[in-house]
C-alpha cells in the first residue's frame, strides 16, 4: 500500500495563504514599474548623467575640440580659480541670486499675503494670471522686450522724463554701475509671478479657520503675515528658493540677449562664459572646468535649503 508523505506544514500554510501568488504579483508589479521608468531613465542617462561625465573628464584635458586631447589635470581648475575674470562671472552670479531670488520670493511672500487676505474670487484669479504671464513669454523674448525698454530712447526713460526725473536717465544696460541690476529687474520680472502663485496657491490650502481665529483676536496684517503665513510656508518657500538660485547661478539666455556679459565683463556669468570659451576660443577643457565648478557650488548651495525645507515640513 501506497504511503502519502505528509506535506510541510509551513509550505502548504503558505499556499493556503496565498503568500506566492501575492510575492509573483509583487515582483511582477516592480518589473511593470521599472518598464515605465526605463525611458524616462534612458533619456535622463543620455542628456544628463552622459554629458555630466564628458565634461568632468574634458574638464581634466587641454583641447580645442577638434585635436588630440592632452592631459592636463587640475590645471584648468586653477586657471578659472586664478584668472580674475573668470572668477568674477562666479561672483556676478551671486549677485544674480539678490534679485533673481531673495527679492521674488520676499515680494511673493507679501502679494502672496495681501491677494489673500483682500483680493478673492475672480479678482484674485485675474491677478495670479497677469503675474504669472513673465513665465508664459520666452526668455529670450523677455530679453529683448526688456533690452529696447531700458534703452537710452526706451520706454524707462521716456517716462523718467515726463516725470520730471531726467536727470537719472541712463542706458541702464549699457553702463557698468548699472548693467547688473538692470538684469536683475528682468529676473524680478519673470520670477516674481512664479513664487507668488505658488504661494497663493499654498495658502488657499491651509486651514482658514487660522487666519479667522487670528483676525478675531485683532491681529492685523503683519501679525498675520509673521505667525501664521510664514512658518505656515516654509516649505513652499524652500520649493521657491531652489528654483530661484538655481535659475540665478546658472543664468545664461536673459544675459546673453540682454547684455552678452558687457559692457566690458559687468554681467558676464558662468553660462555666458562657458559658452565663449568653449565655442568663441575652443578652450573646451577650461569650459568644462567651469561648468563643473559651477554645478558644484549650485549644489552646495542648494542642497542646504533642501534640507531645511524638509525639516520644516517634518
Not at 120 to 139: C, D
Not at 215 to 243: K, N, Q, Y
Amino acid at each position: 500500500m501506497r504511503m502519502v508523505r505528509p506535506e510541510n506544514p509551513p509550505a502548504a500554510a503558505a499556499r493556503s495563504s496565498g503568500a506566492f501568488p501575492r510575492g509573483r504579483a509583487r515582483r511582477r508589479g516592480i518589473a511593470i514599474g521599472w518598464l515605465f521608468v526605463l525611458p524616462a531613465l534612458a533619456m535622463y542617462t543620455f542628456f544628463v548623467l552622459v554629458p555630466l561625465l564628458l565634461s568632468i573628464q574634458y574638464s581634466l584635458f587641454r583641447w580645442d575640440g577638434i585635436g588630440p586631447m592632452t592631459w592636463v589635470g587640475l590645471k584648468n581648475y586653477a586657471t578659472v580659480l586664478q584668472v580674475p575674470d573668470l572668477l568674477g562671472t562666479i561672483l556676478n552670479a551671486f549677485k544674480l541670486v539678490l534679485f533673481f531670488s531673495l527679492v521674488p520670493v520676499g515680494l511673493g511672500l507679501v502679494v502672496a499675503s495681501l491677494m489673500h487676505r483682500v483680493a478673492s474670487g475672480r479678482l484674485g484669479a485675474a491677478a495670479r494670471t497677469v503675474l504669472f504671464l513673465p513665465q508664459v513669454i520666452p526668455l529670450v523674448a523677455a530679453g529683448i522686450i526688456w533690452g529696447w525698454l531700458l534703452a537710452l530712447p526706451g520706454l524707462v526713460n521716456q517716462v523718467l522724463r515726463a516725470l520730471g526725473l531726467g536727470g537719472i536717465t541712463r542706458a541702464w544696460l549699457g553702463e557698468f554701475g548699472w548693467a547688473l541690476p538692470a538684469v536683475g529687474l528682468i529676473g524680478i520680472w519673470v520670477l516674481l509671478g512664479f513664487c507668488t502663485v505658488l504661494l497663493a496657491t499654498a495658502m488657499t490650502n491651509r486651514d482658514p479657520g487660522l487666519y479667522e481665529s487670528a483676525r478675531m483676536d485683532g491681529a492685523g496684517w503683519w501679525r498675520e503675515f509673521l505667525s501664521i503665513t510664514v512658518p505656515l510656508l516654509r516649505h513652499e518657500v524652500g520649493v521657491c528658493l531652489t528654483v530661484t538660485v538655481i535659475a540665478a547661478l546658472a543664468a545664461f539666455d536673459i544675459v546673453y540677449v540682454s547684455t552678452a556679459g558687457g559692457p566690458g565683463n559687468s554681467t558676464a556669468v558662468p553660462g555666458i562664459q562657458i559658452y565663449i570659451l568653449a565655442f568663441t576660443e575652443q578652450r573646451i577643457g577650461v569650459a568644462s572646468a567651469l561648468a563643473v565648478l559651477l554645478m558644484v557650488l549650485v549644489l552646495l548651495v542648494i542642497l542646504p535649503i533642501q534640507r531645511l525645507s524638509r525639516e520644516s515640513a517634518g
